[in-house]
T-cell receptor, first 115, second 113 residues
């Protein structure tokens, strides 16, 4: 069975602080994909990143970075120098096995950045 | 241009009514989905269609019936609405089946009173 756990329900940080959102996944499939989505207060879901199970390289995109570690089944998301516009609910998701037609979402982490 | 568009954005209706939510994507994608987000923000897939054919039908009551007239459209019809159907419903599309980036609509907030 596929499962995604985001243990942090809510996080509050002061603007310009760094923050890491945790994601732990479970799957018996050897090939799978991991995703992060952002849901701002306006409600839409915005794609942030997709990572396949064969690629453990960390990725950086501006203030965003992702740390994928298969050994711990984790795909953590770090925002550096957080801004008020980063306030949103962030979802980690898993698609497995390769070729699957489904996204299993975590329960989300609500991030509040305080000015 | 909106890639995945849903209408309406808000829907308030009484128990027992029948309602439809429409979804259209202009991305040329083959695969479309309906997801339900409950009051606790939990997102779960309901249906998946690939080239107008049903691929995934999760444990969803028969009152929910998706219809895909063509691969750019996936509408959701709900019969005999119940209070527990209140949620935000998201339409999404992917280029093809399997593991690709999903583009989501802006969601339809359904409130059953």
């Amino acid at each position: 069975a596929q499962k995604v756990t985001q243990a942090q329900t809510e996080i509050s940080v002061v603007e310009k602080e760094d923050v890491t959102l945790d994601c732990v996944y479970e799957t018996r499939d050897t090939t799978y994909y991991l995703f992060w989505y952002k849901q701002p207060p306006s409600g839409e879901l915005v794609f942030l990143i997709r990572r396949n199970s064969f690629d453990e390289q960390n990725e950086i995109s501006g203030r965003y970075s992702w740390n994928f570690q298969k050994s711990t089944s984790s795909f953590n998301f770090t925002i550096t120098a957080s801004q008020v516009v980063d306030s949103a609910v962030y979802f980690c998701a898993l698609s497995a096995p390769a070729g699957a037609n489904n996204l299993f979402f975590g329960t989300g982490t609500r991030l509040t950045v305080i000015p | 241009d909106t890639a995945v568009s849903q209408t309406p954005k808000y829907l308030v209706t009484q128990m027992g009514n029948d309602k439809s939510i429409k979804c259209e994507q202009n991305l040329g994608h083959d695969t479309m989905y309906w997801y339900k987000q409950d009051s606790k923000k939990f997102l779960k897939i309901m249906f998946s269609y690939n080239n107008k054919e049903l691929i995934i039908n999760e444990t969803v009551p028969n009152r929910f019936s998706p219809k895909s007239p063509d691969k750019a459209h996936l509408n959701l019809h709900i019969n005999s609405l119940e209070l527990g159907d209140s949620a935000v419903y998201f339409c999404a599309s992917t280029l093809s089946q399997g593991n690709t980036e999903a583009f989501f609509g802006q969601g339809t907030r359904l409130t059953v009173v």
